[in-house]
Structures are given as structure tokens and as C-alpha cells.
Nanobody, 114 residues
Framework: QVQLVESGGGLVQPGGSLRLSCAAS????????MAWYRQAPGKERELVAS???????NYADSVKGRFTISRDAAKNTVYLQMNSLKPEDTAVYYC????????WGKGTLVTVSS
């Protein structure tokens, strides 16, 4: 059974940085696309950044220039480096992988607050 497990969330002050990681277990295939989504309280889940199996990246306008997505395809692992964090980045961040069907992690909470 394929599972995506996120780590690296936590509490950080505005302007700080965090690095999220997501590792896939139980998989013997490489995801076509891996991505990070987030869901803030009272809001819909939104795409933060995605990276296909070709290293072309895509970012939400709200995080461009601050967040960087990367992946280790051999390890089926995806990372999200988040810099210059703002209170509005506070959300549960979900890892996503696609290979014929969609796979989701359970999420990791990121709180940006002083």
C-alpha cells in the first residue's frame, strides 16, 4: 500500500523558514507528478507548488520567489523549502502524488505567528 508521509511542519515566526519533506513508502513506481497543497482554516485546499517527473516547476502566485519545490525521484521524495514565511501561509500542508490515481498524505501543520 502506497503512503505519503509529510514531516517538517511547526511553529515559526514571520520571516522565518521551514523545510517540508514528503516520503513515499510502499511504492515501486515513480510518481508522474508530485506537489504540495495547503488548506487554511475556513478555506478550500489550494495548490502551492508542483513538480512533474521532468523538474519543471509550477508555483502559486502567492508563494513565487519565497518557496522552492524539489524532488528526489529515485527516493520518491518531494521537498518544499519555505522562506520569508507570512502569517497567511499558516495552513495544513498536504503532499500529493499522481500515478494513474491520486495519492495524498495526511498533512502537516505550519503555523506562522509571532
Amino acid at each position: 500500500q502506497v503512503q505519503l508521509v509529510e514531516s517538517g511542519g511547526g511553529l515559526v515566526q514571520p520571516g522565518g523558514s521551514l523545510r517540508l519533506s514528503c516520503a513515499a513508502s510502499g511504492s515501486i513506481f515513480r510518481f508522474n507528478v508530485m506537489a504540495w497543497y495547503r488548506q487554511a482554516p475556513g478555506k478550500e485546499r489550494e495548490l502551492v507548488a508542483s513538480i512533474p517527473d521532468g523538474d519543471n516547476t509550477n508555483y502559486a502566485d502567492s508563494v513565487k520567489g519565497r518557496f522552492t519545490i524539489s524532488r528526489d525521484a529515485a527516493k520518491n521524495t518531494v521537498y518544499l523549502q519555505m522562506n520569508s514565511l507570512k502569517p497567511e501561509d499558516t495552513a495544513v500542508y498536504y503532499c500529493y502524488g499522481s500515478y494513474y490515481i491520486n495519492y495524498w498524505g495526511k498533512g502537516t501543520l505550519v503555523t506562522v505567528s509571532s
